[in-house]
Structures are given as C-alpha cells and as structure tokens.
C-alpha cells in the first residue's frame, strides 16, 4: 500500500449518515463539509483515473493508490478506510465496489459512473470530482473534456464534442488509455489476431468473437478508426468472461437477466449505447441466443 500525496472532509461524520453519492441531483457535498478533509481512495487504473489522481493532487489532497484493475473494490483500501474515519477525515472511493461494512460505506463519499449511475446524461467520475471540488469552469479543460467524452462514450462522444475531437487527439486519448490501463502491445497484438475471427450473426447486427483476449481491446481492433471493419453490435466470449458493447436496448436485456454486481457490470453511454460484461461461470443463460432473439424480433 502506497500512500501518495501527488494523486485522487473535520467534521466527524454522523454514525447515520448514508453514503454520499456524487451523483445525486444536488451534486454538492453536505454543509461543513470540505475537500480539505478528503482523503482519496482509487479505483481500477485507466486514463480517467490518472487524471483523476492529476486534480486531486494539484488541490493537494492526500490519496491511495493500490494500482488496482478494473473491478476495484473498496475491501483494498479497508485498513486505511478506518484510519481515515478515525482520523475524523472522508474516505472518497473513486469507482471502487462498496464491499465493506455498511458502518464504513456509510461514512464514505461514493464516486462513480458504472451501473445504475451510468448514462449519456449523468456526470463522469472525473466530472462528479470537478463539480465537488467547486472549480470554475476555467480549471476544466479541452484535455478534461477528451478523458471524460473517452471515459462515457469512446469514440463516438469525442467526435459529439463542440469542437468535435481530431483524429489527432482521438489518437491521443486512446493511446493514453491503453498505456494507464498497462495494455502492451502482446496484448493488442493477440486483439488484433481475435478480431479476425469475428462470426457476423442476425444479418450482419451481431458481431461474435470467441476468444480469451479482453473484449475491449477486441472491439477496439475492431473499430473502423483503427482500421478494423466496424460492428453494430459485439459480443466477445472468453471462459472466464462475457462483454458486450453495443445498443442501449440491447444492453438492458442482458442487464435484466443478468445476477447483481459483481458478477455482472455495465456502464456507457446509455441508452444510447454501452457495454456489459459478467463472470460466465455466474450466468444461466446465454447471451449470444438473448441477443439473437432481441435482434430477430426488431
């Protein structure tokens, strides 16, 4: 455990406080409550929270760092998580799955923009964290805007921003990504390998790889930016995993058959569009047949 000081409120909290969601309508933090009494906690590693880390170590907030993957849980942190309370100061657990004792989670502010808190509409976590902080909007910047568009929406929420996002910084945005997330090039080779092997099902709608290569970086081979021959729809199935990333509807129907986190996770631009994923040993039932009798009744 790593505590830093360069990365992600004195007021003893009520014991009965529930946890604060940065998400909540109000997007504001309790009164007599301040980010100086932030203590950050982090989540899974990729481009959002690297710059994540960034801001909440130019405010000179105190954060930990475990370099956890994504599917983080706050159980990581639990030792520190009490100190914290302790110390009469405010846990933050950014996109960290709340897996302890109610008495510590409710005495935590939550950060995150997975699952139920996922959307086109709702804030990113980057987003949540610059909104609690009170920065102007002067202290948001193009490269903000990039990470957050990247984190909600990939590609295709770069290009709605306004100016839309160049080829150049997509290519930025992307590379960065994959590098916080310690992708190397083995591994996008083997990526770029599966994505050869995609089946087109329900009449060129449904992608299908069958494959143990992560699914986002199948998709991301996929994608006509970088060369791949594109998808509407893409379902990539490993032994271990299942991941989906397509239609909003589409991934409501797998969300609603699907057991509750962690076995099973989503997020994006929704309803637009988005993905899921779910521990295959965890499903009774199967997703490529749910998706084709969704896609045939269209």
């Known amino acids: 455990m790593t505590s830093k000081t360069s990365q992600d409120k004195t007021d003893p909290l009520d014991g009965d406080r529930l946890p604060r969601s940065a998400t909540s309508p109000a997007n504001s933090m309790p009164a007599g409550e301040s980010p100086t009494d932030w203590i950050g906690f982090l989540g899974g590693a990729d481009l959002e929270m690297a710059t994540i880390a960034e801001l909440l170590a130019r405010q000179g907030i105190e954060t930990f760092d475990r370099e956890l993957g994504w599917g983080a849980k706050a159980s990581a942190y639990a030792d520190e998580i009490a100190a914290t309370i302790r110390r ?157 990333f397509g239609q909003g509807a589409l991934v409501q129907a797998l969300v609603d058959a699907s057991p509750p986190p962690p076995d099973a996770w989503f997020g994006g631009a929704l309803p637009d569009s988005g993905f899921w994923g779910a521990n295959a040993s965890r499903l009774n039932f199967d997703p490529a047949g749910l998706l084709a009798a969704h896609l045939d009744t269209d």
Request: glycine residues 8%.
């Open 88 to 244: 009469g100061k405010i846990p933050v657990l950014i996109e960290l799955e709340p897996d302890l004792a109610a008495e510590l989670i409710d005495r935590c502010l939550l950060i995150d923009h997975h699952g139920e808190r996922a959307g086109r509409d709702a804030p990113t976590s980057l987003e949540q964290i610059h909104s609690l902080l009170r920065l102007p909007e002067s202290e948001w910047s193009r490269w903000d805007a990039l990470v957050a568009a990247n984190d909600r929406g990939y590609i295709t929420a770069m290009r709605a921003l306004v100016p839309p996002a160049s080829d150049e910084e997509i290519r930025q945005v992307r590379q960065q990504d994959l590098a916080a997330q310690g992708v190397t090039a083995e591994q996008l080779d083997q990526a770029r390998q599966a994505a050869t092997l995609a089946e087109l099902l329900c009449d060129g709608r449904l992608t299908l790889v069958q494959t143990a290569v992560r699914g986002g970086l199948v998709a991301e081979m996929l994608e006509p930016f970088f060369g791949g021959p594109g998808f509407i729809n893409l379902l990539v199935v490993g032994p271990a995993t299942v991941a989906f």
